[in-house]
């Protein structure tokens, strides 16, 4: 074999050991990729489980600090799915018994489905398919229902930031001990809370906004004389809130009365066909545990109201007795007097009303 054949034989060979070696590479590089997607679905799915586990945890301490309030809270048939992007906790039905000021309640819900992300654990969304009912402790009975309900809560440091409610069509229904029933329809029911932007975080304030549109009931038309359905809009704020977060139970009422808790209600209107009912006000507690605080009215074309026909010049009379300026348009919600809530007794204007003085919440 001449040096010639030598060199070409081990050119040769080094070429096919290049080549393997290109092959082996271009093979790795193909996996790599495949690689990369199992350690990040592993990786993803670990962070669910943790997740999941975490609410689990969560709901039932939050359970048993409302047990440790007085609040029973049941879920049956709790399930925790959604797997792999989603943390969807479901409930055949809910029933919580509350002991309020005015003694035990019980709710009850069809139906209930909680909605987050692993990422995003402080925005939570619920859908509930209903009906809620409500069992009061003087003996009546509510019943809602609806087309299509959700509510979604957003928090921030543990804080509440955002609450939200949109249903569509709900129905109230309340029953009497009496027996006498009492239907309320509305188009659409939005209500939304959320942390005021401009007050001192010392004030812990929350805002309150409540939208009621194209609501039908009788109880209203009989009361101002009017068949045609009302709009209803509310805006307030609440200081002192993370005292009512405990909800409206003495221990939640005495922390906020304590604390300087106050309600201003920024705007009031209900507008059913021509007729208009706007008011502003405070509110909060006296020493004796007792509703305090006042109600600036003022209406337009209300020409009855409980079945008393209202002439103009009773309404011109309470007008001006109220001493607030008149509206600059004739179309305009006319002022009424103020009504003063003090020590237990109502007064409208410099009037004392004759009814029985208020008694204490808890």
């Not at 545990?289 to 009379?317: H, K, S, T, W, Y």
Request: glycine content about 12%.
């Amino acid at each position: 074999m001449t040096e010639h054949d030598q060199l070409s034989g081990g050119a040769g060979h080094q070429g096919k050991s290049e080549g393997s070696s290109r092959r082996r590479g271009f093979r790795w590089g193909l996996y790599l990729p495949l690689i990369l997607l199992a350690l990040v679905v592993v990786a993803w799915s670990g962070f669910w489980f943790v997740a999941r586990s975490l609410v689990s945890k969560g709901i039932d301490n939050a359970m048993d600090e409302a047990r440790a309030r007085g609040d029973v809270w049941t879920c049956t048939d709790r399930s925790i799915s959604g797997y792999p992007f989603r943390i969807e906790v479901r409930c055949k039905d809910v029933t919580l018994t509350r002991n309020s000021t005015a003694g035990v309640v019980r709710l009850s819900s069809g139906p209930l489905v909680a909605i987050g992300q692993p990422h995003t654990p402080n925005h939570v969304i619920l859908q509930g398919a209903g009906p809620l009912n409500a069992q009061l402790a003087d003996g009546r009975r509510i019943a809602v229902s609806w087309d299509l309900a959700e509510a979604s809560r957003r928090t921030r440091s543990g804080t509440l930031e955002r609450m939200s409610l949109d249903m569509r069509k709900p129905v109230v229904t309340l029953t009497r001990p009496d027996g006498t029933v009492a239907t309320y329809v509305a188009r659409q029911f939005e209500g939304h809370v959320r942390r005021n932007p401009t007050r001192p975080e010392a004030d812990k304030a929350q805002d309150l906004f409540v939208r009621i549109a194209q609501m039908s009931a009788g109880d209203l038309d009989a009361l101002l004389g009017d068949a045609n359905p009302s709009d209803i809009d509310l805006q307030a704020t609440t200081s002192q809130s993370d005292q009512l977060a405990r909800g409206l139970t003495p221990t939640g009422l005495e922390g906020w009365r304590l604390a300087g808790g106050k309600l201003d209600l920024t705007r009031f209107s209900l507008k059913k066909g021509l007729k208009l009912i706007e008011a502003t006000g405070s509110f909060g507690l006296d020493d004796a545990r007792r509703l305090e605080g006042r109600i600036e009215p003022a209406v337009a074309n209300i020409d009855q109201f409980a079945g008393i026909r209202l002439r103009g010049g009773a309404m011109d009379f309470a007008s001006a007795l109220s001493g607030r300026p008149q509206p600059a348009s004739p179309d305009g919600a006319r002022p009424l007097p103020v009504i003063d809530i003090r020590g237990g007794r109502v007064g409208f204007g410099p009037i004392r009303l004759p009814i029985p003085p208020l008694q204490p919440l808890y």
